[in-house]
């Protein structure tokens, strides 16, 4: 064999040992590469990292699951992202804008209206049925009292049914306009959990025993880290300052 042949006999078995041991030791670009880079001290990367836990007891097996960190098969096994929301904060200045303010105005104008105009029929019955010197109303005139007085009644309890359910209804308003902008920050956060929690050093502000213990209850949190808390980021999506 001349010298040149054996030159690239010796080549190509060079050639093809190189290519054996990239192909034993895998592929050139680090895995790393693919997701993330790693900073020095990392470890990993790595399916999963196994935990003792315990005498008796199976290993605790620790690994990604859906972008969040896992120990198990079940859905709940997971380490879930969580903030929270003052959302008593929130909630009363949602109910002092604009919209919310008409609403409540033209019910309370309707109410003072009809009111007015009661007093009025009321009026024109004591001018029309005057009281005597002796003090005895004449009976007309009870009798129209009694009729006034049975429709006041009815317009009453009306009025009040309709301003609870005016209540109830921007309650509800609100609390979806809450929630909407909670959702969109969650997302932009990555956030999993929102609590609704009102912060403990917010004065009570309470005059009687039942209404101190609703500002207890309404205190999810007892200690809590600052960064849970996303109420301006909620506040800024609504507009609110």
């Not at 009809?114 to 049925?129: G, L, P, T, Y």
């Not at 209804?169 to 997302?187: G, I, K, M």
């Not at 500002?215 to 300052?241: C, G, H, W």
């Amino acid at each position: 064999m001349l010298r040149t042949d054996r030159l690239i006999v010796a080549g190509s078995l060079a050639l093809s040992a190189v290519a054996l041991v990239v192909a034993l030791r895998g592929p050139a670009t680090p895995v790393a590469e693919a997701s993330t880079t790693l900073a020095l001290g990392d470890l990993g990367p790595a399916d999963a990292l196994i935990l003792n836990a315990g005498e008796g007891k199976d290993a605790l097996r620790v690994a990604a699951q859906d972008g969040r960190i896992g120990w198990g098969d079940r859905a709940t096994n997971r380490a879930w992202s969580i903030g929270a929301v003052d959302i008593d904060r929130i909630m009363k200045k949602l109910l002092d804008g604009a919209s919310y303010v008409e609403k409540r105005d033209a019910l309370r104008e309707k109410i003072e209206k009809a009111e007015a105009d009661f007093q009025r029929r009321a009026e024109e019955i004591q001018q029309k049925f005057p009281i005597p010197a002796d003090g005895m109303p004449p009976a007309e005139g009870q009798q129209a009292f009694q009729v006034l007085e049975q429709e006041y009644r009815q317009f009453g309890q009306g009025a009040m049914g309709e301003r609870d359910k005016l209540t109830a209804e921007q309650f509800e308003s609100a609390y979806r306009e809450l929630v909407s902008a909670v959702e969109a920050v969650a997302d932009k956060e990555s956030i999993d959990l929102v609590f609704r929690f009102q912060p403990t050093a917010d004065p009570f502000e309470s005059k009687a025993g039942p209404e101190a213990v609703d500002r207890i209850r309404a205190r999810t949190f007892l200690k809590y880290p600052a960064q849970v808390d996303i109420t301006a980021e909620v506040m800024k999506v609504l507009n609110l300052s």
